[in-house]
């Protein structure tokens, strides 16, 4: 047995070492996953779980928030979100092809520019952005809502689609070409097909960045009826009273389309890649 | 001459959207910052007041405060942090005893949950957890830690810790599972030869994995900067700025300033000064990621 002997290797730890690295992994397996499970669980039970009473399992939570409106939070943020991952998906596939593909003057400046969109301070485009839209009625819009995150996502869905198309060989479109293929066919007929996991790992990202974003549509959105549902999720919060059994059922129904979306995408989305897009 | 109409047609879209958006409002929010705007009086736009707002900016009592929450709270200290703990969990997931007992795969599984859990939900599930009589409370009291319940988020001692564990939870998985994909090609004879030369477990870490893993580390601090130092929602939605404004930092007052108490010109020129600080980040950036990024992608 090597626990009686410990290795002096230290990626490969004996006796009192393995059991601290067991421990250390539980302890943090606990802290990582514990705290989204308990907001699962509190979701289904009066107040939240923080009242004591007899009653273990319901659905009041859920039903609660639909009857307060928030259907009309999922609906809104359902329209704003797909329209602008939509659009965002084909400007960027099409900015992505060219980047791939030509070799042009200002080529670097513009991809560096890109580039810089990812860290972009978001929050000081705010008032500019308040001032221009006030004046373009475009506060309390769909259509406002709807460039600002398509703009919100390009930086970040040009630079992962430029990462999967230069992978494509070159000879692919040449060829296309030569037999009478115009561009627009080759990205479409050609491309498209052999890239398609990419491309939708992309769009779901950008679609997932919407989804949750905040500060837009606390700005642009006063009116009830157009918030989206971040917003609808705080609402919930009063100044002095929380319902706890609302906000949980409300937390579950936002982040459940995040986690069937995220699961079957996150091979795509390599940590690396994504470091540069988390807002 | 064909391709570059071609190149013209395919990129405008999106370059005059992301003109719009980014080029434009940073230099009308300067034109901004010189004005006394008001959200209430935009139709009659706002006096021109030259450097009023930045004087007044320098001579507010606050706003150092405020400076040294963004700074040393919100950026310094969620990045080292940030930073430890994801090295820290990495390299505990890389060591074979886990491996072999398939705890790894499973950690690795556990860390998606943060990950993909929305920042607004995160705030959310801690704000719970850290009640008064919440989770956190219980079990501290039950281990006899405390003997009064804490009111994490309200209290002057707690408030910070606790915000950056909210962020320290829903960040640090993305560095764990991006240094631990880097760790898994550090190569194996490094670490066979620091044996062969009789090197502890500690120098193995300090002058094989520790150099190995540098560049990455870099670069995930840095990115971690632009998200600490920018980020709105973590403060507002945990503590909107409060108790008082005692968590207020510079995103949540370039909010306050403009859409509670209407003053767009003042929040503008706060709004300036983060984009200085970012101005100066963003050399940095350019010199130690787009520079990679763009060698790598194009």
Redesign the interface.
Same mark, same amino acid.
Do not use: C
């Given at each position: 047995m090597t626990a009686t002997a410990p290795s002096?290797?230290?990626?490969?730890?004996?006796g009192w070492?393995?059991v601290l690295?067991?421990v250390?992994?539980i302890v943090?397996?606990f802290?990582?996953?514990y705290?989204?499970i308990?907001?699962l669980v509190?979701s289904f039970r009066p107040g939240?779980g923080?009242l004591s009473t007899a009653e273990t399992f319901t659905i009041r939570n859920y039903v609660r928030i639909f009857q307060a409106g928030f259907g009309r939070f999922i609906l809104n943020s359902v329209v704003i979100c797909v329209a602008a991952t939509v659009v965002s998906t084909v400007?960027?596939v099409?900015?992505a092809?060219?980047?791939?593909r030509?070799e042009?003057r200002a080529?670097?400046t !513009?991809?560096?520019?890109?580039?810089?969109?990812q860290?972009?301070?978001? $929050?000081?485009? $705010?008032?500019?952005?308040?001032?221009?839209f006030?004046?373009m009625h475009l506060i309390n819009s769909y259509v406002g809502m709807i460039?600002?995150y398509?703009?919100?996502t390009?930086?970040f869905s040009?630079?992962m689609l430029?990462?999967y198309l230069?992978t494509v060989p070159k000879s692919l479109d040449e060829a296309a070409i030569i037999d009478g293929a115009s561009?627009w066919q080759v990205i479409w007929l050609i491309i498209c097909p052999v890239m398609l996991p990419g491309f939708v790992a992309t769009a779901t990202y950008a679609f997932?960045l919407s989804?949750?974003e905040?500060?837009f549509a606390?700005?642009f959105l006063t009116q009830t009826d157009l918030k989206t549902l971040?917003l609808g999720?705080?609402q919930f919060f009063g100044d002095d009273y929380?319902d706890?059994g609302a906000?949980?059922a409300a937390?579950v129904v936002?982040?459940l389309p995040?986690?069937l979306l995220?699961?079957p995408i996150?091979g795509w989305i390599?940590?690396?890649r994504?470091?540069?897009a988390?807002? | 001459m064909r391709?570059?109409l071609? $190149?013209t047609t395919?990129?405008l879209?999106?370059?005059v959207?992301?003109v719009?958006?980014?080029g434009?409002?940073?230099f009308?929010?300067l034109r901004?910052s010189f004005t006394d705007?008001s959200?209430l009086g935009?139709k009659k736009g706002g006096n021109w007041v030259g450097l009023a707002n930045y004087r007044e900016l320098l001579h507010r009592g606050d706003f150092s405060h405020i400076l040294f929450n963004t700074l040393i709270w919100l950026t310094a200290t969620s990045v080292l942090l940030r930073l430890l703990i994801g090295l820290g969990?990495a390299v505990?997931?890389?060591?074979?005893?886990?491996k072999t !007992?398939r705890?790894a795969s499973?950690?690795r599984f556990?860390?998606?949950?943060?990950w993909?859990?929305?920042?607004?939900?995160a705030v959310? $599930?801690?704000?719970?957890?850290l009640?008064r009589?919440?989770?956190v409370n219980d079990a501290l009291m039950g281990l006899n830690i405390i003997s009064q319940p804490i009111a994490f988020l309200a209290d002057m001692r707690t408030v910070w810790p606790s915000i950056v564990t909210i962020m320290l939870?829903n960040?640090v998985? !993305?560095i764990a599972?991006?240094l631990l994909?880097?760790l898994q090609t550090v190569p194996e004879e490094y670490?066979e030869a620091a044996?062969l030369d009789g090197a502890?477990?500690?120098q193995?870490?300090r002058f094989v994995t520790l150099p190995f893993l540098m560049p990455?580390i870099l670069?995930?601090g840095l990115?971690s900067v632009?998200?600490s130092?920018?980020?709105?929602?973590y403060v507002?939605?945990a503590t909107g700025a409060g108790p008082g404004t005692f968590t207020n930092v510079?995103?949540t007052e370039?909010?306050l300033k403009?859409?509670v108490d209407f003053r767009?010109g003042y929040?503008?020129a706060i709004?300036?000064v983060?984009?200085v600080v970012?101005g100066a980040?963003?050399i940095l950036?350019?010199r130690l990621?787009?520079h990679r990024?763009?060698e790598?992608?194009?």
């Open positions: 002096r290797h230290w990626r490969d730890p004996g070492q393995f690295a067991v250390l992994t943090t397996l802290v990582l996953v705290p989204a308990y907001v509190g939240g923080l400007l960027s099409m900015a092809y060219v980047f791939s030509f042009f080529k670097r !513009l991809f560096t520019g890109i580039l810089f969109g860290v972009f301070p978001w $929050i000081v485009l $705010i008032n500019p952005l308040f001032v221009a006030a004046a460039l600002t398509t703009a919100f390009i930086p040009v630079y430029v990462g230069v561009r997932l989804w949750t905040y500060l606390l700005a971040p999720l705080y929380v706890w906000v949980m937390s936002t982040t995040v986690f995220f699961l996150q390599s940590p690396g994504i470091a540069g988390v807002k | 391709d570059r071609f $190149i395919m990129l879209p999106a370059v959207l992301l719009l958006f980014y434009y409002p940073i009308d929010n901004i705007l959200l935009m969990i505990l997931l890389n060591t074979r005893a886990l !007992l705890l499973v950690a556990a860390l998606l949950v943060p993909a859990t929305p920042p607004i939900v959310v $599930i801690w704000r719970f957890l009640e009589n919440g989770f939870w960040t998985p !993305l599972l991006s994909s880097n670490y044996e502890t477990n500690w193995m870490f990455a670069v995930l990115m632009f998200w130092f920018n980020n709105f929602v507002w939605l510079l995103a370039v909010y403009a859409f767009l929040s503008s709004g300036m983060m984009a970012m980040f963003g950036y350019l990621v787009a990024q763009l790598e992608t194009l």
